[in-house]
């Protein structure tokens, strides 16, 4: 495998972002615009999730193709950015075809960002989700990604809500599970966590070095903050939904791997998966099947610790009149 750089490595995708800070705003929408006939599926793991038409992504409903996936902030507010990404994509002939016209599916998922500019009715609506949408489609192929205090990360922040979260992406390549050539998969993550990173070397950790990655206990009478990574992995390999699904269920290990704790209760960790189909898989004897696809999911989850952590990486420090989120590391 060879490290790459961004989602956009899997030809066709596209990212769109657009966010708002000041006068009480602190939130975004990230919008990965895939190319039409992209399969796709879900694996929602956190205890407290917000998230929009996933059900239509399970293997066994009617649909087969996601239009869209919308990341955002504002918690189940924030949800409402999926129609202004519906209607984008409706008035551009892509959705679910029905008698008198098209469905688009657009599956979305939130983080909870809620006050964190000051004003905790400033959030993200149809018109964001609309605006990130069509900056997707308006990118170049291949086109470098934002990253940071960017999209639906403008808010986001990890650690018990200390330090900044944000946007991150990776790609890696794989050289031999394909007849046809190299098969990419790349991820993007918005990371908003209850957890802090923590060192994977299998060196053993000292007790100091595991003492400082602690995540701090709340006081007795604190809230418990809420939190969720949404992380969107896509391949240009040939998956079908129960392929997706399965893909999305083993990329949920590299956000285990990246942050300590993850899939709590107060995080609504959701891992979106997404197949263009552009290369096939070798699938020549049921071996290779199975060697193909275990290759594939292991980079899934390999390519979500990366982007995990450039996300937290890129994030900058952020004063608002709800307080200071620091630089995690700096």
């Excluded at 016209?101 to 400033?122: E, H, K, N, Q, T």
Aim: with cysteine; aromatic share 4%.
């Amino acid at each position: 495998m060879g490290a790459t750089g961004a989602i956009t490595d899997v030809a066709g995708i596209r990212i769109g972002q657009v966010q708002k800070s000041g006068d009480g705003w602190l939130s975004g929408v990230t919008v990965v615009l895939p190319p039409p006939g992209t399969v796709g599926s879900v694996d929602v793991r956190g205890g407290g999730p917000a998230t929009h038409e996933t059900d239509s992504l399970d293997p066994t409903t009617l649909s087969q193709t996601v239009d869209a996936v919308v990341l955002t902030g504002g918690s189940a507010f924030g949800l409402a950015v999926a129609g202004g990404a519906m209607r984008w994509c409706e008035e551009n002939g892509r959705g679910f075809p029905v008698p008198g016209g098209l469905v688009p599916i657009v599956p979305a998922a939130a983080i909870f960002d809620l006050g964190r500019g000051g004003d905790f009715s400033a959030r993200p609506g149809e018109a964001m989700g609309y605006a990130a949408t069509a900056a997707a489609a308006g990118q170049p192929e291949g086109h470098e990604v934002e990253r940071g205090n960017v999209g639906a990360g403008t808010g986001a922040a990890i650690g018990r809500g200390q330090y900044k979260g944000g946007v991150g992406t990776a790609s890696l390549t794989l050289e031999n599970i394909s007849p046809d050539g190299p098969v990419v998969v790349g991820a993007i993550a918005v990371v908003n966590a209850l957890g802090l990173p923590f060192a994977t070397s299998p060196q053993r950790v000292s007790p100091a070095a595991a003492k400082a990655a602690q995540v701090p206990e709340p006081a007795p009478s604190q809230m418990p903050p809420l939190n969720t990574t949404l992380v969107v992995v896509a391949t240009d390999a040939v998956l079908d939904k129960a392929d997706c699904k399965r893909t999305a269920s083993t990329a949920h290990a590299g956000l285990a791997r990246a942050l300590n704790p993850s899939h709590t209760l107060a995080d609504g960790d959701t891992v979106f998966a997404l197949a263009t189909g552009a290369i096939a898989l070798d699938r020549s004897t049921p071996a290779a099947r199975q060697i193909s696809l275990i290759t594939l999911q292991s980079a899934a989850a390999d390519v979500v610790r990366l982007a995990i952590l450039d996300a937290i990486s890129r994030a900058e420090a952020v004063t608002t009149a709800a307080g200071t989120l620091g630089a995690y590391g700096r």
